[in-house]
């Protein structure tokens, strides 16, 4: 089997985003505001090109994301041939195009794990934040038809100002429909979430209480449900090692076929991202200008180059720096040791201090 050197061997797992359509209009979309139209997609034959290069070169997992990745109608098909080529299958999923035939035939296809996306507990104001009405519904019973085919379950639940009065109810909720994971995940403010953090960002008051909420939950759910537990980046004193550091253990694939270190890269303008329908993937990996650029530490500016924390961050985030600094280059201002970190943060609880509940809802038309 073809492996690249131990240095820059590949990730275990890898993620694609199989379209950017999708029939929920999240306003903290972790896709790009410039979204990729239908005919710009990988074709039934790429991808399963693509697949077969993952395997070969030893990644083990692959996730099937999107968009709504069941919005292609070869999704089956894919899962199959990815589960034929020895990959363990994923789908990452707002579960609203889930129905029992569907999910049937995604069983018999060989997927190993769904992990279902919410917008809260409460039908009214988890639909208003999808932006469609009658969506919570399909996703508890598109919970339900997982569990009924043996499936593992993970709940992923993102939190903010606007729904984080339900976090109780929401871990309460993942027990009754048998996941075996919630992933509590706080917005993380890019592309589309940027736009609408006045509307969302939590006040420190919010956010330490569903911190003790979660630690509580933990201890008593033990053995049940596991809990990850994601706090914003606006609100933390160190940065979070993005993705496990950029081109470092994870890539994501675009809808195109670009190869993204993660999800929010393409925000950062001037950087071209190698495709696949270019290069073969063990090329960009290894040589990908794009993915270089920020590989390891000696990239770094001070006060990061002399940092004790710089091999355990490797930076924070590149999409962040650019996005609040306007240098991907620049310390991530989620760190306190950014000078820039103090007005980050008190522009944040400003923000969360004001009664804003307006969105800006994804769409093809960038939100306009």
């Not at 039934?44 to 990644?59: F, I, P, Q």
């Not at 809260?120 to 009658?134: H, L, Q, Y």
Request: with cysteine.
């Amino acid at each position: 089997m073809n492996r690249l050197a131990p240095a820059l061997e590949l990730p275990l797992a890898a993620m694609g985003e199989m379209t950017h359509r999708c029939p929920l209009q999240c306003p903290y979309c972790s896709n790009p505001v410039e979204l990729q139209k239908a005919g710009g997609e990988l074709t039934t034959g790429e991808w399963k090109r693509v697949l077969d290069e993952l395997a070969g070169l030893g990644v083990l997992q692959f996730h099937f994301s999107g968009g709504e990745p069941l919005a292609r109608k070869d999704i089956v098909e894919l899962v199959a041939h990815a589960s034929d080529a020895g990959l363990y299958t994923n789908l990452i999923t707002s579960a609203v195009m889930l129905d029992e035939g569907k999910m049937a035939a995604l069983a018999e296809a060989g997927l190993n794990h769904v992990q279902i996306s919410i917008q809260g507990a409460e039908a009214e104001s988890a639909d208003r934040i999808a932006g469609m009405k009658g969506a919570h519904a399909k996703k508890i019973e598109a919970a339900r038809l997982v569990r009924d085919v043996g499936i593992p379950l993970t709940v992923n639940a993102v939190m903010h100002r606007q729904n984080l009065d339900q976090l109780a109810a929401v871990i309460d909720l993942a027990v009754t429909l048998d996941a075996a994971r919630l992933e509590v995940a706080h917005v993380q403010y890019y592309g589309w979430a940027l736009k609408n953090r006045a509307a969302l960002i939590p006040t420190p008051r919010q956010l330490d209480a569903a911190t003790a909420l979660v630690d509580e939950a933990r201890q008593r759910l033990k053995g049940r449900l596991v809990i990850d537990y994601v706090i914003p980046d606006y609100y933390a004193e160190l940065p979070k090692k993005c993705m496990g550091g950029w081109g470092s253990s994870f890539f994501i694939l675009s809808p195109s076929g670009k190869v993204l270190p993660c999800h929010a890269a393409e925000t950062i303008t001037g950087l071209a991202f190698d495709s696949v329908r270019d290069h073969r993937l063990e090329w960009i990996w290894r040589e990908s200008p794009a993915l270089n650029l920020y590989r390891g530490t000696g990239w770094m500016a001070e006060p990061c180059r002399s940092c004790e924390f710089r091999e355990i961050d490797l930076g924070g985030c590149r999409c962040q720096a650019f996005a609040l600094a306007g240098d991907a280059g620049a310390t991530d201002p989620a760190c306190g040791r950014s000078p820039r970190h103090r007005d980050i943060f008190s522009l944040a609880v400003t923000e969360a201090s004001e009664d804003r509940r307006s969105l800006v809802y994804r769409t093809f038309a960038g939100g306009a």
